[in-house]
């Protein structure tokens, strides 16, 4: 394999420049101006080529629940929102809290993965020896508050065991249980989906980061904290500081650009996810966390259900909404709009997930790394949903706008893998490997 791209805007670490990058055997070879044998040429003029997105939280269902999505559709979606490398939570059915349930799950994606893949392991209290032993997994999650599926740990002493063993990262779903129930219990009987954000409030999930990051403190042990939602955590991070890089953090595109409680009058329970949508306020403190380098990185965290599932009113109504095909763009959009700049979009969701897990070859357009890249035309609008969906679940919150800036192809390990809107055949992912 060896093929250049020609006249494109390159995304190198160092910013967006014109250039030329030539790919060989799987790894990029050449980058700025290349001599010797260019192979295939491809024009990209008009083009920009970037690093495939690295999407450090995704919930795919395989095993358990596959009638919402699984490896396979998880992956395809990924390939065609640019997404070349994913990162997939424990909250299956059964839920992988072992070795082995880490191995099925490769097993599995191998062959089926269209994109690159790694696997968490979930956090009980009593599966401590697993989470230690785990080298297979790209970090531990614990759910300090239940959400979707059974995992949960929330008593002190567990928390203390778990940051106590073993040195792995652990990343948590960070909102207080005991606030969650009792809020439940004092919110009974109202059934519009607006009463979701706030029963999970603001003050929940400022308590249990605030918890992990005195743990991850008292045990010097890596900590991130997934899709952070409130200015209230970010200001905690910035007073607490990160530990040098011991504690690193995430937010999603939904916490940036939707809002709660307006957001329940459009699109109802398909607003709610774990942890909620908030406040305009938040939003804003979310993006200087990004801006000030308190916030390290975009994940998804693409989650899935049916519009039938998703119908079921306040209550019954699982949360959780899809992503990664939308992610890449929502966030192009954002700049295109001034929010940000297309440099900051490529950092925050590769180089960004890459230093945060230390994944090897990837998020990068450096010579020696792997060829997964994301071919992006930044003047194409389109209407999120004109063109269907890949996810098996068939829709998302941002269903109907207007987004400025797609990935028009999308190159896994240096082959095509999705193209003029199609998802091509025959190409698939690795495993992630980590540095220690
Ligand atoms: O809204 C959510 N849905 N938050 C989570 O933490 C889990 C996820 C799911 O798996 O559905």
Redesign the pocket.
Known sequence: MRFTFRGGRLALPTGIVDGDLRVVDGRIDAIGVVEGDPGEEIDAKGLMVMPGVIDPQV?F?EPGATHKEDLETGSRACVAGGVTSFLE?P?TSPPTTSREAIADKKTRASGRARANYGFFIGATPDNVDELVACDGACGIKI?MGS???SLLVNDRADLDNIFSKGRRLIAV?AEDEARLIERKKQFAGRTDPKVHTEIRDAKAALMATTLAVELSEKYDRRLHV??MSTGDEADLLVERGKGDGRITCEVLPQHLMLNAPEIYDRIGTRA?????LRTKEHSERLWRGLHDGTVDCIAT?H???TLEEKGQGYGPA????PGVETSLAVMLDAAHRGLCSVEDVVRWMTDGPRRVYRIVGKGRLEVGFDADLAIVDLGRSEKVGARGYFTKSGWSPFDGMTLKGWPVRTYVGGHLAFADGEVLDGVFGGELTYAQ
């Open positions: 919930h269902r939570m909250n759910f959400s979707t599926g779903h997934l899709h709610q996810m774990n942890p909620p965290d989650a899935p259900h699982p949360s959780g909404m």
